[in-house]
């Protein structure tokens, strides 16, 4: 039985097949990380540049990682302030030797929504810079078109809090950013279980990236296997095409040449 995802997608020029991202932090374990990112079939994993240590020694997680072959996206997790965010991206693609970068520009410590203001002034900086920019944005249309249009290359609408595990508050605005933008669209937050993921790429996003979801389940690996298959399942379901909805009934069988007892 063939799990993979049929069609690849493009994220800054890198072909990937697999449309789940997963960040490395809040695991029990460090062994317990790593079989949940070969269990999940990542290309691409997340990780604070804090966390991260560049230094030479063989099994240093930086070196795990290129090891098996997983695309680092640095973010800027933890920073309030543009000059802060963009120093840290900075440092990243210093230490990392990567332009890629997750841009968190955040408002308050209660509910950790993006500052959509500064995150804009952020990016645009960062662009200008050279990065590639991937910009953890609030559900806003507007603000999604303003990030692209600065030259973002993704970007990443909250589906709810950030650990919260609420799935997806909006699904309507969600669609409306799909519609409207043209570079890739990634769930970022707030995703809970597989439902929720599948239900993300249903709506025609094309990526998720999970963090909390898998790592603070109560059993890591396995949730990281039906988010695997969560993300197949939604995205063939938009390529297949739900049907309408719809207020009243539709049988599958016509009533045509039924019995009807009435008529003798």
Known sequence: MDNKISDNWDLAGFSMKSRLIVGTARFP??????????ESATEMVTVALRRVSTSKEENNLYNI??????????????????RDAILTAELARESLGTSLI????????????????????AAKELVKKGFSVLPYTNDDPVLSLKLED??????????????????????HNIEIIRSRVNVPVIIDAGLGTASDAAFALELGCDAVLLNSAISRAQDPVKMSSAMKHAVIAGRNAFLAGRIPKKFYADPSSSFEGRIDSKSK
């Not at 374990?29 to 070969?38: A, C, P, W, Y």
């Open 102 to 121: 997750k841009l968190e520009v955040i408002a308050d410590e209660n509910t950790l929504f993006p500052d959509g203001e500064n995150l804009l002034i």
């Open 150 to 171: 600065v030259g973002c290359v993704a970007v990443m609408p909250l589906g709810a809090p950030i650990g919260s595990g609420l799935g997806i508050r909006n699904p």
């Open 29 to 38: 374990s460090i062994q317990t990380m790593l079989d949940s990112l070969e």
């Open 65 to 82: 990682f290129q090891r098996k072959g997983y695309r680092i996206l640095p973010n800027t997790a933890g920073c309030f302030t543009v």
